[in-house]
């Protein structure tokens, strides 16, 4: 069985370059000799997001307002990887401009794709443990946001219940439920 089954582009144009919306389309010729004349591919930098739980077991959480759906959800603090910035680090720092909580023990709880098929990033899902409040919120002027400390049954019943939105923020809660059989 072949497994590489790649894609070969034929052409490619940027249709827009801004900082938030990079978009390119192109011509592609598929391994079956099929071509596709318009594909459309989206480059975005990589996503960080955190399940941050204090040293009393609350999960760190924001609420904030997503103009695309015109709704208001719990999410996890997340955000963009800078250039050159390792990823770990670009969620220790979005963690702290977001909630002002810090340090903890780190890890990667998984990685994962918002759409493979059409977007270029990976969003690195970490969990932070034993994180404590260390300063206060240093927000963008485009952010605005709440901080609320939930515990993990709320946090269950937002899972159950459809609340989290995000997609990319519900895989590493959902994973984290599964791996500790909270669910």
Not at 58 to 83: D, N, S, W
Not at 89 to 116: D, K
């Amino acid at each position: 069985m072949d497994n590489n089954r790649k894609w070969q582009v034929i052409d490619s144009q940027y249709l827009a370059k801004e900082p938030w919306f990079t978009v390119r389309k192109e011509r592609i010729l598929l391994p079956t000799g099929n071509i596709i004349p318009e594909y459309y591919i989206y480059e975005y930098p990589d996503w960080v997001n955190v399940i941050a739980i204090t040293k009393d077991n609350k999960f760190v959480m924001v609420r904030q307002y997503r103009h695309g759906i015109g709704e208001t959800y719990m999410e996890l603090p997340a955000g963009v990887c800078e250039k050159g910035e390792a990823p770990v680090v670009s969620a220790q720092r979005e963690l702290l401009e977001e909630t002002g909580y810090g340090n903890g023990e780190w890890q990667l709880l998984t990685e994962t794709s918002a759409n493979p098929s059409t977007h270029t990033n990976i969003t690195h899902c970490y969990l932070a443990i034993g994180v404590e409040k260390v300063s206060e919120q240093h927000l963008e002027p485009s952010e605005d946001l709440s901080v609320h400390l939930l515990s993990v049954d709320e946090i269950r019943e937002l899972l159950l219940n459809d609340q989290i939105k995000q997609s990319m923020h519900a895989v590493p809660l959902w994973k984290y439920m599964a791996l500790n059989k909270l669910i």
